[in-house]
């Protein structure tokens, strides 16, 4: 868990550093679309209000379960590589498991609902496949809940494919 926070504390650093640095290569599209596949699989819409910023709804399936998260995004440039930027931010989420069919692993069985709800994290990198409008990601989003199994969960890691509208 130390090592977890550490790394975040790490990411904003380098966040608040190259803020004015950076000149995203995401002002060539608004919105994206696609699926992400990992500790939870699902689907993402993410739309830009700006060159760097943007708004990423993350709809999956975990345990059984479904959770959404709402995050806003700061996308950079990493110059050495064309096509390749990371992101950070953060956001909410909220995710239910219904009895009898959501299997969420702290529990022996499933008896009655379950709901969390919290304050999520997320650090990832983003790759534009060969100038097309096809990206190909991957994100780490820690996860803070306050209602049923507060705590902090730090194991939501995710591939993502999309497609730029």
């Not at 304050?119 to 534009?128: F, K, Q, R, S």
């Amino acid at each position: 868990m130390k090592s977890s926070c550490l790394g975040f504390l790490f990411s904003l650093i380098i966040y608040t550093n190259s803020f004015t640095d950076s000149s995203a290569q995401v002002a060539d599209y608004n919105t994206m679309i696609g699926v992400t596949g990992g500790t939870n699989v699902g689907g993402t819409v993410k739309q830009f209000f700006t060159a760097q910023g943007a708004a990423d709804l993350i709809v999956y399936n975990r345990w059984k379960g479904w959770v959404g998260a709402l995050l806003y995004e700061h996308h950079m440039d990493i110059r050495e590589f064309e096509g390749l930027e990371w992101y950070v931010g953060g956001g909410g989420h909220y995710g239910v498991w219904k009895a009898g069919k959501g299997e969420p692993p702290w529990v022996y069985k499933s008896t009655q609902d379950y709901k969390v709800y919290g304050v999520d994290a997320i650090v990832g990198l983003e790759y534009n496949i060969n100038r097309s409008n096809f990206y190909f990601g991957f994100y780490w989003k820690p996860a803070i809940n306050f209602q049923d199994f507060a705590g902090f969960w730090e194991d939501d890691a995710a591939f993502t494919l999309r497609y730029s509208l």
